[in-house]
């Protein structure tokens, strides 16, 4: 099956905007009502002209002559006045459709599994739900109204010019035809050029983000240069793009200048001779030639629209091929409610787990059961796949084999929403966001008190330096807590963990960066304060360890032995070795 013509599939690309505009369809049609009328009563202009030239003047009857005066006047003041008014109508629609598009983008993102992010680079999301966002707001309020505005213009110019004299009207439409072939044509190559633009945009703001984010690393170790040389070659390959546009407009551009003023020429010279001969009037002549100048600016400005409707169109295009993303792990079509109340029994049953588009399993077979209550720790070798196993807890990404059950309910039929009230995860790498303590350890949670927030600190053992600094609660951290220490911000995600009074704890391996001493109360803590909670723990040093119930020992996406830390200690020399490998504990955090 052939692809459709690219004016024809930016055309259909188009349509997609619909149900964002509709909601604003009469501001919008009122606005390009109101362009229009404003374009025609500037059109109206030379036909009063024409009636002043071969009235009063040609008559010498200059009585009439102040009137028909204010009537072009009065032309000029209703143009300008509804051309205002188009800007004013349309301004709020056309933000309306960027804000709800951008608000709809931003939801869709939240949905998607972890595995889309894991796919997608940030700076080319960044990307569309700003610059492309900006793209559409900018054809829904000006270029596409204009562009069907100045063409009714041009065909009403048209059709004046056929009532003033056919051969005029016909040399016009002559012009028209290699100006409108030619105009799509290079529209054609422009669309291409525009969406490989956008792509490149997107690549360049995700180079930007990574070393913002990563700046500590960068400098440490002296890596600046070479990111540097990676965002210069980019930026090349942008401008290059960009100078391509350059010299396609430029070729429109010279199209929609020489073949206007050449019709002009043809126009004045026809008019000229028709005068000398006595067919056609000096008023009629003047007309026309008023008539041809005044649809300078509409045929001129046409290709420039229909390159700016490409841009729209790919900015579409960009923005539906991450809404049009099914989501993977979404509610079941019927969900099962909570048990009451949750004991927080958790079993991984037959799991198997191969990560989409990959060629292996990383997990196969893992059975293991949880009591309420109990805190089991899981260790292995990196690799060994236990991230992985915590992750399916919590679906972020589903089992492709076996079930993970909560109280004996498969997760995948809960809904997600009571499943993450239930499960509440902390991880490695703490996830913090530019805002106050309370709303990082909030994270959006509603209905919690900061008596609460503080008991979750005091559980994390981080409400000492909660309480040191400058504001406390309201004391804004930086960009991913990078005003903190890696310990202070590991304590800020547990507290965030338990703050709810979750029933079940996956901790993966969130207690890295803490030393020995706030390691041992951050533990003690969560045995005091939350008594009876069921947690897995990816664990790695002997301390975290000895604090849990059972092992479990992870190996190539097995467990290969269940038992307490002195049973495995004894009759596992594999988990011997894994101890002995352990890294150090820290002096200080």
């Known amino acids: 099956m052939t692809e459709p013509p690219p004016a024809r599939a930016s055309l259909a690309t188009l349509r997609r905007l619909a149900p964002y505009v509709h909601p604003h369809r009469w501001p919008l049609l009122a606005g390009g009502a109101a362009a229009l009328a404003g374009t025609l009563a500037g059109l109206t202009v030379p036909l009063v002209t024409r009636a002043i030239v071969d009235g009063p003047i040609a008559r010498g009857e200059l009585g009439a002559l102040p009137w028909l005066v204010l009537g072009v006047l009065g032309l000029g003041v209703g143009e300008a006045v509804l051309l205002f008014l188009r800007r004013r109508l349309v301004a709020g629609p056309s933000t309306g459709v960027e804000a709800a598009m951008r608000a709809d983008l931003f939801a869709h993102l939240q949905r998607l599994p972890v595995s889309f992010h894991d796919r997608w680079p940030s700076g080319q999301l960044l990307s569309r739900a700003t610059a492309d966002l900006s793209t559409i707001r900018w054809f829904v309020a000006f270029s596409g109204i204009f562009l069907v505005v100045n063409v009714l213009t041009v065909l009403v110019g048209i059709a004046v010019l056929m009532w003033l004299s056919v051969w005029l009207g016909v040399v016009i439409a002559i012009a028209a035809v290699p100006l409108l072939a030619l105009t799509l044509l290079l529209e054609r190559r ?31 170790l002296g890596r600046g240069r070479r990111l540097t040389e990676r965002f210069v070659a980019d930026a090349r390959g942008l401008r290059g793009t960009e100078l391509t546009k350059i010299r396609l407009l430029a070729a429109l551009w010279a199209v929609l200048v020489l073949l206007p003023e050449s019709a002009i020429a043809v126009v004045l010279g026809l008019g000229a001779w028709g005068v000398a001969s006595g067919t056609l009037t000096i008023g009629t002549l003047v007309a026309a030639v008023t008539v041809m100048t005044y649809l300078y600016w509409p045929i001129a400005s046409i290709g420039w629209l229909l390159a700016e409707a490409s841009n729209a169109a790919a900015a579409t295009r960009r923005y539906w091929e991450v809404r049009d993303v099914v989501p993977e792990i979404v509610d079941p079509a019927e969900p099962l409610p909570l048990p009451h109340p949750v004991r927080g029994a958790l079993e991984l049953a037959g799991v198997r787990f191969r990560y989409p588009g990959g060629d292996r399993e990383v997990l196969h077979g893992v059975d293991l059961t949880l009591r309420p209550g109990e805190t089991l720790a899981l260790v292995g070798a990196t690799g060994s796949g236990k991230t992985t196993l915590t992750a399916l807890v919590t679906r972020l990404y589903d089992v492709t084999g076996g079930a993970v059950l909560v109280d004996g309910v498969d997760v995948r039929r809960l809904r997600l929403a009571d499943l993450r009230t239930v499960v509440a995860p902390a991880f490695e790498d703490p996830v913090l966001i530019s805002a106050s303590v309370r709303e990082n350890v909030l994270l959006g949670s509603p209905g919690h008190s900061d008596e609460q927030v503080w008991e979750a600190l005091r559980v994390a053992s981080a409400d000492g330096f909660v309480a040191a600094l400058p504001w406390g609660l309201d004391t804004r951290i930086g960009e991913q807590g990078m005003s903190l220490s890696g310990g202070q911000r590991q304590r800020l995600a547990l507290a965030r963990a338990v703050v709810g009074h979750p029933p079940v704890l996956v901790l993966d391996d969130p207690l890295s960066a803490l030393d020995v001493h706030t390691e041992a109360e951050v533990e003690a803590a969560l045995r005091r304060v939350l008594g009876g909670v069921t947690a897995l723990v990816v664990a790695h040093r002997p301390s975290t360890i000895q604090l849990a119930d059972r092992v479990a020992l992870l190996d190539d996406g097995r467990i290969t032995a269940v038992g307490t830390h002195t049973e495995l200690l004894a009759a596992v020399p594999e988990y011997r070795r894994l101890l002995a490998s352990a890294p150090p504990r820290k002096v200080g955090a």
């Open 190 to 220: 422009f669309s291409v050029e525009a969406r490989r633009a956008q792509d490149q945009a997107g690549d360049l703001a995700t180079v930007v983000e990574e070393s913002a984010l990563g700046i500590r690393v960068l400098k440490s």
